[in-house]
């Protein structure tokens, strides 16, 4: 069946800009998260949903960070005023429990 | 200490040698351990999971669980040159109610 889909794949921006990720997790799946991956690190949990309520917040890294999800589907992570050390892969992930998680292709973020 | 510790190696074996990753991990009430296998390049792909203390086997995979050392650790046989990759150690924490991620051990299958 259908993966987690993220999108865009690639997305190149000016310092200041305010970018949307979205994610689309795998039908039925109640849970979704976001980490963040920057070059050779491990993954940094930013946000993570139960249906469309974040019941942790506590991974993003400033208020510029935000997320939402609506109709416990897909979900959006906004950036404003990017900074270059937002740039990383930012990476979506959805499961039926709390357990497995099943990663998308990722969202490369630069930000110049 | 990092919640899940994990040695970023390159750890370097011969094609047809068995790799022996490893994890540990802080936080007693941790309940639930997962491999994922992440390619250059790629998303991580999730390749065990371990919820009981001993071993469980899927193919040419085994991952073995040790609770009172607060140890887990994957185990591929007859590695392949595309096993080669990086190895994420996952342990989720009835604490946090998180999934948190070792830095990955990086694995080279030398032909």
């Known amino acids: 069946g259908a993966g987690v889909s993220q999108s865009p794949s690639n997305k190149v921006t000016e310092k200041g800009k305010d970018v949307e990720l979205r994610c689309d997790p795998i039908?039925?799946?109640?849970?979704l998260y976001w980490y963040r991956q920057s070059l050779g690190q491990g993954l940094e949990f930013l946000i993570y949903?139960?249906?469309?309520?974040?019941?942790?917040k506590s991974g993003l890294p400033s208020d510029r960070f935000s997320a939402e999800r609506t109709g416990g589907s897909v979900s959006t992570l906004t950036i404003q005023r990017t900074q270059q050390e937002d740039s990383a892969v930012y990476l979506c992930?959805?499961?039926?429990?709390?357990?497995?998680?099943?990663f998308g292709p990722g969202t490369r973020l630069t930000v110049t | 200490q990092k919640e899940v510790e994990q040695n970023s190696g390159p750890l370097s074996v011969p094609e047809g040698a068995i790799a022996s990753l490893n994890c540990t991990y802080s936080d007693r009430g941790s309940q639930s351990f997962f491999w994922y296998r992440q390619y250059s390049g790629k998303s991580p792909e999730l390749i065990m999971f371990?919820?009981?203390?001993g071993d469980k086997e899927d193919g040419r995979f085994t991952a073995q669980l040790n609770k009172a050392s607060q140890y887990v650790s994957l185990l591929i046989r007859d590695s392949q040159p595309s096993d080669s990759a990086t190895y994420l150690c996952?342990?989720?924490?009835?604490?946090?109610?998180?999934?948190?991620f070792g830095q990955g051990t990086t694995l080279q299958v030398k032909p």
């Open positions: 949903f139960q249906g469309n309520s974040a019941p942790d």
């Open positions: 371990i919820y009981s203390n």
């Open positions: 996952a342990v989720f924490s009835g604490n946090t109610g998180k999934l948190i």
């Open positions: 039908s039925g799946h109640t849970a």
């Open positions: 992930a959805s499961s039926l429990d709390v357990y497995e998680q099943y």
